[in-house]
């Protein structure tokens, strides 16, 4: 609720500022961004405990689930990293930044995927 309200009234003060002065208007919500997302480092500390205790529970190798944590992560900053590009109206920025985020969450996949291709191979044999 307070990540809500806080980013309802940057972008509120923002659209007020971007008539005289875009670019103070652009820090300021590259603040607020920065302000909510450090407001909840303390959740995300809750959350990565429960995920090391999800894969210590499961049995399987922690080899397995890092690949798709780090893929989310990639996937949470590269959406943010792409609309600040195009709320500063730079699209062009915004589809390299969502390609090189596409790029970089298959590389950070490759060893799951090496792993699903050994096993497939393994069950054909």
Same mark, same amino acid.
Do not use: H, W
């Given at each position: 609720?307070q $990540?809500?309200?806080l980013c %309802? @009234? =940057?972008a509120?003060l923002a659209l007020?500022i971007?008539? =005289?002065s875009?670019? +103070? $208007?652009?820090?300021l919500?590259?603040?607020? @961004? %920065?302000?909510?997302? /450090?407001?909840? @480092?303390g959740?995300?500390?809750? /959350?990565l405990?429960?995920? +090391?205790e999800?894969?210590?529970q499961?049995? /399987?190798? #922690?080899a397995l689930f890092?690949? /798709?944590?780090?893929t989310v992560?990639?996937?949470?900053v590269?959406?943010?990293?792409?609309?600040l590009?195009?709320?500063? =109206?730079e699209?062009a920025?915004?589809s390299v930044? #969502?390609t $090189? =985020? $596409?790029?970089?969450?298959?590389?950070?996949a +490759?060893p799951? !995927?090496?792993s699903? !291709?050994?096993?497939l191979?393994?069950l054909m044999?």
């Open positions: 609720m $990540a809500a309200v %309802v @009234a =940057g509120l007020v971007k008539r =005289g875009p670019e +103070t $208007a652009m820090l919500t590259i603040g607020v @961004a %920065v302000a909510v997302l /450090l407001s909840l @480092a959740s995300l500390k809750e /959350l405990g429960f995920l +090391t999800l894969t210590e499961s049995g /399987l190798p #922690e890092i690949p /798709l944590y780090k992560g990639i996937a949470l590269v959406k943010v990293g792409g609309n590009c195009r709320d500063a =109206g699209t920025l915004s930044v #969502e $090189a =985020g $596409a790029v970089c969450a298959l590389l950070t +490759t799951l !995927l090496r699903v !291709l050994a096993l191979v393994e044999q």
